[in-house]
């Protein structure tokens, strides 16, 4: 018998599904464009919904638009145990962010109606809405969704009322998505890691601690624009010297700074922004992520000291603005023991890591028990056509979800 089938599950069906899947709205260069909303993502949830249905689940869209298929337990009246992802994706995507969390939800569930086998609880598949724009379905799952339809900008520029109900959900009953933490026992999602870490230890299976909080802030920096020939250096208010200051204090801050965050300075923005000017403003913007919120807070304080000093030394006078703050969701501890036992137990390496990017746990972790498992990506490479995990690594992460829910199972009342 081949390894993954005694593992539990079918790699090469679970390969298949991957396949089909990415072929709506696959392009010639290898990418997949499934925007959220688009009639490639509806093509995609009907062929979704027909698989469910298939493997012997019961469909549902509810009013933020997942897609939820449902295996009967043994004792249906427990807690839903739930898994899943998202399927739709960025402008130039790859094939597995987000869906192999889905297929491999799908694998586990044919796998065991294949074998005429149901857990106690019953279990959930979901395929959350638009995580990659405006994370409504999870949002909405959560119960945190904004009642603001102008604070959901969707990534193909349509009004949210008119995105869901195109999908079968409803704007209008929004709420009616939420969901009482008593009626979940708990929510694993698998998902590829979408950066290096796991290939370069050389481990099968990351075990996420967590899903680090973000603090997103602009800063901008003022000086006086003048003639880059006449002005003696000792006389210039240089905003664009200032800012470059900023920008290694961040990087300080990041790499010096207790625990593991991390800090990015990605989009900047210089004016007058001519060869023949001293600029006189620079606005940047900052992202700065980390497990911890004490960290984080504590980051934002002391960034706010840099930001005085230099701009003292510099003549130039700073401001910082904060555009937004999610906080992070840690994984429980009981379900990252599970997902680690498992692992061992289906001989594969494994080590604990955070996720830094945001994923649907991220919001229903707020709301039961979340556990994440990542598998690695070649070359850390996600959000693009050269995205790959070979269908080894995506059976050992189907492997482990299986042995996962399993275990929970007997765990959870």
């Known amino acids: 018998m081949p390894r993954l089938l005694a593992k539990g599950v079918n790699a090469e069906r679970l390969e298949r599904s991957l396949a089909a899947l990415s072929a ?38 509810d009013a933020g638009g997942n897609l939820i298929g449902r295996y009967s337990g043994l004792e249906d009246d427990l807690p ?14 790859g094939r597995y962010d987000g869906a192999l969390g889905v297929m491999a939800g799908l694998e586990v569930i044919r796998s065991l109606h294949g074998r005429r086998e149901r857990l ?17 379905g999870c949002k909405s799952m959560a119960g945190l969704a904004s009642a603001d339809s102008l604070a959901y900008t969707t990534s193909i520029g349509e009004p949210i009322e008119r995105c869901l109900k195109r999908i079968g959900g409803n704007w209008g009953r929004l709420r009616e998505a939420a969901r009482s933490p008593a009626s979940l026992a708990g929510f694993i ?17 990351g075990v996420v601690e967590g899903v680090v909080g973000q603090q997103r802030l602009t800063i901008s920096v003022n000086g006086l624009a003048n003639h880059a020939g006449t002005t003696p250096m000792h006389l210039r208010k240089d905003a664009m010297t200032a800012a470059a200051r900023v920008v290694l204090a961040i990087e300080a801050l990041a790499r010096n700074h207790p625990g593991d965050p991390v800090a990015t300075v990605g989009k900047m923005q210089v004016w007058p922004n001519a060869a023949n000017i001293v600029p006189g403003r620079v606005d940047m913007t900052v992202d700065m992520r980390d497990l911890s919120l004490t960290v984080l807070d504590a980051m934002v304080a002391d960034l706010h000291l840099r930001l ?16 937004f703050s999610v906080k992070p969701t840690p994984a429980e501890p009981l379900i990252r023991q599970v997902i680690a036992d498992a692992a061992a137990d289906l001989g594969l390496s494994h080590s604990s890591l955070p996720s830094r990017a945001s994923h649907d746990s991220q919001e229903i972790g707020r709301i039961t028990p979340m556990g994440m498992i990542f598998v690695p990506s070649r070359g850390g490479l996600s959000h693009s056509c050269e995205e ?10 189907a ?15």
Do not use: K, N, Y
């Open 308 to 323: 005085t000093r230099i701009a003292g030394r510099t003549g130039t006078r700073i401001t910082m603005t904060p555009q």
């Open 80 to 93: 839903v145990l739930a898994t899943g992802s998202h399927i739709d994706t960025v402008p130039s995507g």
């Open 120 to 136: 106690r609880h019953p279990i959930e598949l979901i395929a959350f809405a638009d995580e990659e724009s405006t994370m409504v």
């Open 24 to 61: 709506i709205g696959g392009l010639e260069s290898g990418a997949v464009r499934r925007l959220a909303f688009t009639a490639e993502d509806i093509e995609a949830r009907t062929a979704l919904c027909s698989w469910m249905e298939a493997a012997s689940m019961t469909v549902r869209i």
């Open 399 to 413: 492997a482990v979800l299986l042995e996962t829910l399993r275990r929970l199972d007997r765990q959870f009342d």
């Open 189 to 205: 999602e698998l998902h590829v890691e979408q950066g290096g870490v796991l290939e370069a230890r050389g481990h099968a299976i």
């Open 388 to 397: 790959f995990t070979s269908p080894q690594q995506c059976a050992d992460g």
